[in-house]
C-alpha cells in the first residue's frame, strides 16, 4: 500500500507539459509569414506608403490554427513635433478621407496575405484556421467614421489553399472566410 502511495506521488510530481502536445507549426515558420506580411503591407502603396505600427506578431494554438496581428496607420500625417505642434482640422479631414479610400484595398491585402500565409503553414492542420487582425491607428481627435478600430479575417486553411492551388474558384472565398469589423 505504501509502494502505491509513493508511486502516485511519483507521477503526480512529472511536468504536466511533457504530456501536452507539442507545438504543430515551429516558430521559423511562423517568423516567416510575420515579415512577409509586414513586407506586403508596407509594399501596397509604394509611392506614399503606409506606416506599420510596430511588426507583425505570430502565435500558433494548437487546436485552433494560427493567428496573426499587426498595427497600421493608412494615412500618416505630420504628428506632432516641436515644429508642427497641432494637427489642423483640414489634415484630419484630409488623412480621415485617405484612410477611407485605402480601407478596399488592405481588406484585398489582407485577404491575399491569408491566401499565402496558407500554402506556406503546411503543418497546420486542415481543419484550423488561419487568422489575421489588423488594428488601425488614430490620432487623438481624429474621425473615425466610417472605419473600423480594428479588421480580424480568418478562414480554415483548407479552404484557403483549396482556392490557392485552384482547386476551388476565388469567388468561394467570399463564403469562407470570415471577417469581423470592429
Not at 509513493?6 to 504530456?19: D, V
Not at 500618416?76 to 494637427?87: C, D, E, K, L, S
Not at 479575417?153 to 492551388?165: D, E, I
Request: with cysteine; proline share 5%; charged share 20%.
Amino acid at each position: 500500500m505504501r509502494l502505491l502511495a509513493i508511486a502516485s506521488l511519483l507521477l503526480c510530481s512529472l511536468p504536466i507539459g511533457s504530456m501536452a502536445d507539442k507545438s504543430k507549426v515551429s516558430r521559423a515558420a511562423i517568423q516567416a509569414i510575420e515579415a512577409n506580411m509586414d513586407s506586403h503591407l508596407t509594399k501596397l502603396w509604394p509611392d506614399d506608403p503606409m506606416q506599420v505600427v510596430g511588426l507583425t506578431q505570430g502565435a500558433y494554438i494548437n487546436g485552433f490554427g494560427a493567428v496573426f496581428m499587426s498595427e497600421v496607420n493608412l494615412a500618416p500625417g505630420a504628428g506632432i513635433t516641436p515644429f508642427h505642434q497641432t494637427v489642423t482640422k483640414d489634415e484630419l479631414t484630409r488623412m480621415h478621407d485617405k484612410k477611407l479610400t485605402r480601407l478596399p484595398k488592405l481588406k484585398d491585402a489582407m485577404q491575399d496575405m491569408l491566401l499565402n500565409s496558407a500554402s506556406s503553414l503546411d503543418s497546420v492542420p486542415a481543419n484550423e484556421q488561419i487568422t489575421l487582425g489588423i488594428t488601425l491607428f488614430y490620432w487623438h481627435g481624429e474621425s473615425t467614421e466610417g472605419l473600423p478600430a480594428q479588421i480580424v479575417m480568418h478562414a480554415p486553411r483548407r479552404a484557403l489553399v483549396n482556392v490557392k492551388t485552384g482547386m476551388a474558384e476565388r469567388s468561394t472565398l467570399t463564403a469562407a472566410v470570415t471577417v469581423d469589423q470592429f
